[in-house]
C-alpha cells in the first residue's frame, strides 16, 4: 500500500516524536497540540530498544503502549520503527564481535549510533528478534498504520565495515559472484601489480592498502556491503509482512547518500522516505558551481536544485531499475518526507537559522516533487545528548518555535497530491557513482557534482525531471539525460541504443561508457558497447586545476570549461563544437550521431544549451529561469517558488523573499520569459 | 607560604637551569653569571630522573649536589622539581601499562616526555617513590626554597587517556559520583539513543565512537580525568608537605590549558605559576577577532590581552572556587612566571625573533598583572634533541642571547610587590568550557574565544580584572561579567541572584546558563535557573557562517554581530538593543533586567559599549585605549604600554615601540583619553 | 658497464611494456611497432612476480620467453626486473610478518604493491629465491641487456617501516654503531628529556611518541632504514652478478625522494635511472617560490629546474660521496630515464594533458642533461586497476596517443651522447635533508625548497650543475654552491677549507653546519667546524611567517626576504649586506672570508645576485634568463629551451611555445642576454 489513507487528496503532515525523552504526563498534551496544528502522523520508537528491552529478553512495552494510546486518541496515526539502529550496551558488551570497523582499522565503538555490522551473524540474529518482538507487539495496532526499518542506513559512514564479520563474509560474496578465482583475478585485472589470488580467503576488505587499492576491489567491496544492507532490511521486512499485514514499510533515506545501492534496498518497500535538511546539506554536498558566495546566499535556505534532486531520487526510487515499479506501469508512487528539517540543524559547521517562509517554502516543494507526507523533525527540541542544538516544532522550554507558526499557516488544500508530469529522464546509477568516485582524476569533480550539474541547467530551463535507473524502461521518455552513467554492460547499451532508435533523444555527459562492469576500461576505449550509438570514440581526456580552463566553441557561441574536458574522434557522428586552444584545439567538445548528443566539456553554460537545443526539439516546454526562482509542477498545478532573501519581480508574478505560489497546471510567465537573466 | 623572600620588595627574577645538559665545569660560572645578571632563583631537574635515577633503585645523587652547591655559593635560591613528567625507559619498558591512549585508541609511546596514565597504580606508586626520595634528599637543603610539582600538567594533549588505566577507572568514579545506573542514565539522558548502561562495567571512554559521542558522558570523563590529575599531585604535596617543611610548592601551568579544572589542581598550591610564550601563543590560541593581519602585527610580541589574560587566570587561580583564598579574605597570593621566553621559541609554525624590547615589555607587563617573580626560559638554549631551536638567555655558543641584554637593563625598583586593584569580576569556569566546547554550533567560536573577547573589551577601556569562579562569593566587586558560564547549576543562579541584589551589577554573555549541570539542557530552557534574574527567556539562537553578519541596534547604535546571535523573550527585563534585518529581526538582542545585563549577539563593539555603560555606571573608571596600548595597575604604580612595533604618542605619553612605562597609580592620560580611536 | 650499446652515438629510446597485460597475440605487432617508432629498449616484469611463481616454487616462464622472443625478433633489448616490488598474496598470507607498519602504527595492507619490510629475514629469503630464479632464467638471455633491481623504492612512503621486523632489528643497527648505550646516549642527547636506555631493547622506532620524538633518535632510524635498503638491494645484486655477467644493473629511483641515502642504494649499480613524471611533479614538490600562479601556469610542462634538478642529481650520483665514480676519474656514466612521462599521469590532484611539444621538450632537456636512454611509461594505457587513468603511447584502444607522435617526430641524431660541461658543484647529502626536515622552525621552509631554490638561481644564470656530495673531491670545480648542508662533521669542514685554500670559492646557505653528525647543534654553535672559514659564528636566526619580510641591503641593492634570516658575528669575515630593520637591522647577512661566502637571507634574488659575483669571479660563462627560457649544454651542443606556452624571442631565436633547439656548443645568445628581464 502507498498511503494509509484511503483517500488522499492532499499532503498531510507529521512529526518525529519521542515520547521516551519526556515525562509521560507530556504525552497527551503533545498529542492534543500535534493534532490542532493539523499533523497526522507520527513516527516513534526507532532509538527505543534499550527502553524497550532494557534488560536481554526483558520487555517493557508499557511506556509505548500508553504513549500510543495518547496519540490515538487524538486520531493520530503512528509509524513505527523497528529500533535496531541502536543496539543497547548490554548487547554489545555481551557480543562486541557485532561492532563494524572503520577504514583505519579501528573498532567502532558503542556510545552513539549504528555501532553494528550488518555482516555480523550474532547481530542479525537479534535484529530479526527484536522486530518479531515489536511487531508482535505492535504489528496489528489500529494506530499503527505502517513501519520504518531502522533509520538513516549508512549514515555517518556505516554502510560498510572494514573488518571482523563483513571482511570475513566477503569471499564467500565473491565465490557466489564469480565461481572462480580465474574470474576474480581476471574481472579485477589482479595481474596488474601481482595481486593475483589463489584462494578465497586471501582476498580481505580493500583498506590500509599501502597505496590505493584496486578500484575494482573497491566496487566489488561496495556492492557486496549494498547486498548486505539490502539482505539485512529483507529479513525485517519479511517479519514485517508477516506480522503487520496491511500496513506500510519503509526506510528514510539520506541526502545524497552513497553507501548502497537504493534501488536494491527499497526493493521490498512500500514507498521511499527521506531526510531532507536543506540548509546542512548546502555545507556539505554543494557542487563545483555552488562556491562560498551561493553559500552565503542561500545559507538559511539551502539551495533549490540541490533538495530538488534528492526529492527526485526518491519519488522515482520505487519504480526500481526496470523503471516498472510496483504497478508494473512505472508510476512512482508517493514518497514522504520522513523527517523535514524545521528549525536550524546541529550537524554542520555553522547551523544558521532558516529564513522566514524557508519551513513552508519546504514543504511546498517536497509536495511539488511528489510527496504525499511531510513530517517534522521533531516534534519538541532534544533536551539532551548528541542534539540539543537541533531544533523541533516545540523549543527546548516547549513554546512553539518558528516553524511552528509556519506550519500552521499552511492550507494544504493548495497542495493536492497526484502525478509529477515528468517526461524528462535523468539517468543515475550507484555503480557508475562507486567507481567514478574512485578515480576522479579531477580533484573537484565527483559523480554527484557532475550529475547535479546536470539537473541544475534542467531546472534553469523549468523542465520537471524523473531519476531513473539507467536499465529502465526509456522508451516513453521525451528526452534522456545521462550525465555521468560511467559503467555501461553492453546490454544496457544495447537498450540504450534500441530507444534512441525508437526515437528518444539522449544527451550523454563525460566519461559515459568509460567502465566495464568489473571496473576497468573497455579494451577498445570508451565508449565500449555504446560506440555504435555515439558514432564516435574517445580521443583524449583533460583534466583542469583550478586557474585552467578549456575553450569550447561551436553553435551554442563560446564558453570555458572547467575541471574535465574529453575529446573525441568522430566515427559517423556530426560535431557540434569544438575546442579551442589548449592540447585538444580543434578536436570535437560535442557531438551528436542520430538521437544520442554528447557533451564532453564540464560547463553548466554548454550543458544548459546543449539540452536547450535537445528538449526544444523533443518539444519539451522550456523557461528561461533566473537565478533562485525555480518551477514545479504536479497535479495540474504549478509552483513557482523564489528562493531568494529578497523579492522578486519574475513573470508576471511579484514573489516575496523565500517564497512561493501555487498557480494553474497550464500557467506560463506572462512578461517574457527570463527578463532577470540568470 | 607565599614567596621565600621575608620581605620581597620588587618583582624578582630567576632562569630555568639544567645543569645535567652541560658539563659540569660549566655550573660555577653559569651560577655566577646568573648571580651577577640579577637573578634570584633557579628552577632545576624536571626533567632528571634518569640521571636522578640511572637505574631501578640506584640514585645518583652527586652530580645535583654539586650543582646546587654551585648555585648557593652565589646566594641563588633553588625551585626543586619532582620529575615525574618523564619516567625513564627502564621503568616504561617494565611496566608498559604505564603509558596511556590517545582517543584514536593508540599507545602513546616513550621517546619524547609525559608518556603516562594519571590512573595507573604502577604509575602512582613510582611516583610516590621517586617524590620521596627527592624530598628526602633536598627536602631540608637551605638553598631549596621551594618545589614545582611534575612539569606542565596536560601539555600535549595528555590530560586525559583513553584507554588503559584511566579507562578502567572510569566506572568506579561514576559509581562514586552517581551512586546508580539509573542516576547516571539520567543524568547523561542516555535515553536518547538508547545508550542506558545496565552495569557500571559497560562504561568506556567517549573515545572512536561512531560518530560523536553523548556530550554528557565526555563531560563526565574531562571531570574524572580532571580529579585524576588533581588526586596524582596531592600524593606528591603531601610527601613535600611532610619532608620539605617551610618550603613552597608550586605547578606551572600553561596557556589556554583546557585539560583540567586548575581550581581543583591548584588547591594544595601555595601559589600558582606559569609559562608564558607571548609569540607561540598568538598562532595558536588567537580568538576570532584576531586574524592573520593583527597575528602579522604583533608576530613578535605576542598580543597584549592574549598574554594579560593568562597572568590574570593565574593571579586569581588560588582565590580558589569560593574566592576566600588560603587567607581566607579574598587576597590573591603572588604568582610566578616560571618559564618566560626570552627569545624565538620552537614549536609554533612560524618562530619570529621577538621584537627589540619585548622581554623588557613582558616581564613589566607580569609584573603590573600580579607576579613577584618571572623566571626566563631557559638559561642557556639546549644543544640537543627536541628543543635545540629554542632559545635560551645564552646562545648555544655561551654568548649572550638579545634577551638577555634587555634582561640586565630591567630596573627591578620600578616594579614594587603588592596587590592588583582588580573591582570586576570576569568569571571563568572548567566545566563550562568543557561543554561549551564540546557543542560549538559555529565553528569559529569556543570557549575561550567568546571568554577573551570580553576581556579584550574590558582592556580596552584599561579595566584591570580579576579572573573569578562563578562560585566564588562576589558580593565586593564593582561589576561581574560572565561571558560564557553556560553551565549553571541552581546553587550557583542563587549565589548570582543574591549578589545582583545586594548591588552588584552583572554581564552575561550568550549561552549563559544553557546547561544543567549534567550537560543537557534546562528543560524550561535557557536560562533555568537564573530565569528570574535575567527576566527573560531564550528565543532563538542563531549560528552565523563567515560572510554572515546580524545587525543589531540600540542606544549604542548599530553594529554588526557575527558568528553569534541568540534572541529573547523578555519577561521583565527591559531591552536595550534589538536585531535589524534578518530571522532575528526586531527580537531583543541586549536586555536589562535590575543588576542583570545579557548581551546576546557576539560583536566586540556592542560588548564594549555595553561593558561602557554598566561599568560607568558602577564608578569604574575608564579608559579609551587605543588599538595596541594597554594599561595595568599595581602597587599604586600604573604601567602603560605600547605593544606595536612603531612609536604612538598617546595620552599625553610618547611611547617608544615595544615599550612601556611606569607612572604613578593615579596617573590619567592628560591629552584626551582617545585620541587614537580604535 | 654503462651502456648496452657497444658505441652508442646519440640518445636512444625505450618503454616500459607489459605483455602479461594484454593477450599473447598483441605481444609480436607491439614490438614491431615499438621497433618502428625507433624503440631499442623495453623494460619488463617488475610486477610479474605472481604470473612467474603462481603457487610457491611453481615458475611459469613460458609467456615470458614468448614475450621476449617477440621483442628479440624486432631487434628490440631487454631490461629485465626482480619482481619484488610486488610479493604474491599467497606469499604475505603464509608470512604476514613481511608486510611492514606505518607510523600510525598500523600494519600496511596486500592490495596494492610495496607490501613490505625491508628488514624481513623471511621476505629477503624470498627476494634472493626469485632473483635467483629469474636470474637464472633470463641471465644470460642474449636479448637481456641489464636488470632493473625491483622498483621505485621508497615509493608510496615505503622506505621505512614503523614495527614488526624493522623495529626488531633497530637496537642491534645502534649497537653496531654506537658500541655502549653511553654513546647512544650521548650522540643523542637523551639527558635532555630523561630518554636515556639502559639496555638495548628498550629503543623501538620514533613513532607514536607523545610529543615530536628526538630528531637524533630520526635520523638514525633514517641511516637505518636506508642501510635496509642498500643491503636488501646488495643481496639480488650479487646474485645477478654471478648469474647475468655482463649486463648491467640499474634501479629507477623517484622525484626528490627522501626516504634513503642515494648514494648509498647506487653504489653497486652500473648507472642510475629515473622515473620522470613533470607534471605530476609540479604539483607535489613546487618549492615556496613556485605559488598557485606558476603551477597554472607550468600546469602542462611541469617546471623546467625541478625536472632538471632530478636529472642532475642522477646524472651525479653514480660518482659517489668520494666524487670518484666507477671510473676513478670523476666521470658521471650516462644515466637513464626509465619512465618518462608521455601524456598525463594519474596520481595528483589534477592530471592535465601534457602541452603539445611537451614530450619532445622533456626528452630534449633529459638528453641534454646527460641521459643516454629515454624510456616511456608505458606502451599501452593500462585498461585494468589502479593506473587506467595514467596514459601510454597508445590508448586503451590502441591507438597511438599525443605523445606517440612526438616520440616519431624525434630526430636523434641531435642527440649525441658525451659530457655535461658542468663546472659548478651544488652540494647535495641526504643527512642534512633529514635532519633539517626535522625540524623546519618556518613551516614553509624545507631542505628540498632550499636547495632548489639555489638551483633555480644558477639555472636562471644559464649555469650548468653537478649535483655533488658534500665529501667528494671538490677542488676541480670552478665553485661550490652549498644551499642547506646543515650537517658537517668535522672532516667534511677540513677537506672544505682545503679546498677553499686550493682556490675553490664557496657559497653556503642559511643553516650550514648547524648541526652535528649526531643531529644535536655544536656546542660552539654555528659554523662549528666550518667556523674558521666562514670567518663567522652564527649570531640569530629568523624564521618569517608569511606577511613578514626581512629587508637585505647590500652592494647587490635592496631585496626583501622571506621564510628565513640568519645574522652573523664576524671574526675575520667582510660583510656584503646587511640587514635593515626588524630584530636583525644593522647585522651582518651576506658575508666573505676569503672564498666563502655565506648568505643568510631566503631571497631568489639575493641568492642569485651574489651567486652572479662569485661565479663571474670564477670566469664561469654567465647568462640572465629570462623566465621559462632555459640553457643546458651537452657533448659541445647547446639546448636552448622555452617551457612558456607561448613563443618567445630571446637570444637571437625564435623560440616557439613549448619546445627547444639544439645549437653549438659554443652558441651564445646574440640580441642581448635578458633582454626580456627576469
Known amino acids: 500500500m502507498t498511503n494509509p489513507d484511503p483517500t488522499p487528496e492532499f499532503l498531510m503532515l507529521g512529526t518525529c516524536d519521542y515520547p521516551e525523552h519526556v515525562p509521560s504526563d507530556r504525552w497527551a498534551p503533545y498529542a492534543r497540540q500535534q493534532a490542532e496544528l493539523g499533523l497526522r502522523f507520527v513516527r516513534v520508537a526507532e532509538f527505543a530498544w534499550s527502553r524497550l528491552e532494557p534488560r536481554p529478553g526483558e520487555f517493557d512495552w508499557v511506556w509505548l503502549d500508553d504513549a500510543i494510546a495518547a496519540y490515538a486518541a487524538e486520531g493520530l496515526r503512528v509509524v513505527m520503527c523497528t529500533p535496531t539502529p541502536t543496539p543497547p550496551a548490554w548487547l554489545i558488551r555481551a557480543h562486541p564481535e557485532i561492532l563494524a570497523f572503520d577504514e583505519q582499522g579501528r573498532v567502532r565503538e558503542f556510545g552513539s549510533r549504528r555501532h553494528y555490522d550488518f555482516a555480523s551473524p550474532m547481530f542479525r540474529e537479534h535484529s530479526r528478534r527484536i522486530t518479531r518482538a515489536v511487531a508482535e507487539r505492535y504489528g496489528a495496532h489500529p494506530a499503527v498504520v505502517g513501519w520504518q526499518t531502522d533509520n538513516e542506513f549508512g549514515c555517518h559512514n556505516t554502510s560498510r565495515s572494514y573488518g571482523g564479520a563483513s571482511e570475513a563474509a566477503f569471499p564467500a560474496w565473491l565465490q557466489a559472484r564469480y565461481g572462480t578465482l580465474d574470474a576474480l583475478n581476471e574481472a579485477w585485472g589482479n595481474v596488474f601489480w601481482s595481486m593475483e589470488y589463489t584462494d578465497w580467503a586471501q582476498v580481505k576488505s580493500p583498506a590500509l592498502t ?13 556492492r557486496f556491503a549494498s547486498d548486505l544492507i539490502a539482505s539485512f532490511q529483507a529479513e525485517q521486512v519479511a517479519i514485517l509482512r508477516e506480522l503487520s499485514p496491511g500496513r506500510f514499510v519503509t526506510h528514510n533515506f539520506m541526502i545524497f547518500e552513497s553507501g548502497f545501492d537504493h534501488y536494491d534496498v527499497a526493493r521490498g518497500l512500500d514507498f521511499a522516505t527521506w531526510d531532507n535538511y536543506p540548509t546542512g546539506m548546502l555545507e556539505f554536498f554543494a557542487p563545483p558551481g555552488v562556491g562560498e558566495d551561493l553559500k552565503t546566499h542561500y545559507a538559511r535556505t539551502g539551495h533549490p536544485d540541490l533538495v530538488a534532486f534528492n526529492h527526485d531520487v526518491y519519488r522515482s526510487l520505487m519504480l526500481g531499475k526496470d523503471g516498472l515499479g510496483r504497478d508494473g506501469a512505472g508510476t512512482p508512487n508517493g514518497f514522504w518526507v520522513m523527517e523535514q528539517q524545521c528549525g536550524q540543524v546541529n550537524w554542520a559547521p555553522y547551523n544558521p537559522l532558516p529564513a522566514e517562509g524557508a519551513v513552508a517554502l519546504w514543504t511546498a516543494q517536497a509536495w511539488a516533487h511528489g510527496a504525499d507526507v511531510v513530517s517534522y523533525f521533531r516534534w519538541r527540541a532534544a533536551t539532551m545528548a548528541q542534539e540539543v542544538m537541533h531544533s523541533g516544532l516545540l523549543r527546548h522550554d516547549e513554546t512553539p518555535d518558528r516553524g511552528f507558526a509556519e506550519v500552521a499557516g499552511l492550507d494544504l488544500t493548495q497542495f493536492p497530491v497526484g502525478p509529477v508530469p515528468a517526461r524528462v529522464a535523468l539517468l543515475h546509477d550507484y555503480e557508475s557513482l562507486w567507481i567514478y568516485d574512485q578515480q576522479r582524476h579531477a580533484a573537484g569533480l565527483s559523480y554527484w557534482a557532475q550529475t547535479v550539474t546536470y539537473y541544475m541547467a534542467l531546472r534553469s530551463l523549468g523542465v520537471d525531471v524523473q531519476i531513473t535507473h539507467p536499465d529502465a524502461d526509456l522508451s516513453g521518455f521525451a528526452a534522456v539525460v545521462a550525465p555521468a552513467i560511467t559503467l555501461v554492460p553492453a546490454d544496457r547499451a544495447a537498450r540504450w541504443e534500441a530507444a534512441a532508435q525508437g526515437g528518444v533523444p539522449f544527451v550523454f555527459g563525460p566519461r ?42 561551436g553553435a551554442f557561441g563560446s564558453v570555458d570549461a572547467s575541471l574535465w574536458a574529453e575529446s573525441y574522434r568522430v566515427t559517423g557522428a556530426q560535431t557540434l563544437a569544438t575546442y579551442a586552444g589548449g592540447p585538444l584545439d580543434g578536436q570535437s567538445a560535442v557531438i551528436r550521431h542520430g538521437n544520442a548528443t554528447v557533451i564532453g566539456a564540464h560547463s553548466l553554460d554548454l550543458i544548459r544549451a546543449v539540452l536547450r537545443g535537445v528538449l526544444g526539439g523533443a518539444g519539451v516546454p522550456l523557461l528561461d529561469l533566473p537565478e533562485g526562482v525555480r518551477v514545479s509542477r504536479r497535479a495540474d498545478r504549478t509552483l513557482v517558488q523564489n528562493w531568494h532573501p529578497h523579492a522578486v519581480a519574475w513573470g508576471g508574478l511579484e514573489l516575496g523573499p523565500v517564497s512561493s505560489v501555487v498557480l494553474g497546471g497550464d500557467w506560463t510567465p506572462t512578461e517574457g520569459k527570463g527578463e532577470q537573466g540568470e
Not at 599501502?210 to 561496495?222: A, M, Q
Not at 571496473?519 to 583524449?540: E, I, K
Open 512 to 553: 559515459t561508457a568509460f567502465r566495464t562492469p568489473g571496473g576497468a576500461t573497455w579494451s577498445d576505449g570508451q565508449f565500449g558497447p555504446l560506440s555504435d550509438l555515439t558514432g564516435a570514440r574517445l580521443l583524449q581526456y583533460d583534466s583542469l586545476r583550478p586557474g585552467v580552463t578549456q575553450g569550447v566553441t
Open 210 to 222: 599501502v597505496t590505493e587499492p584496486n578500484p575494482s576491489h573497491v566496487l566489488d567491496y561496495h
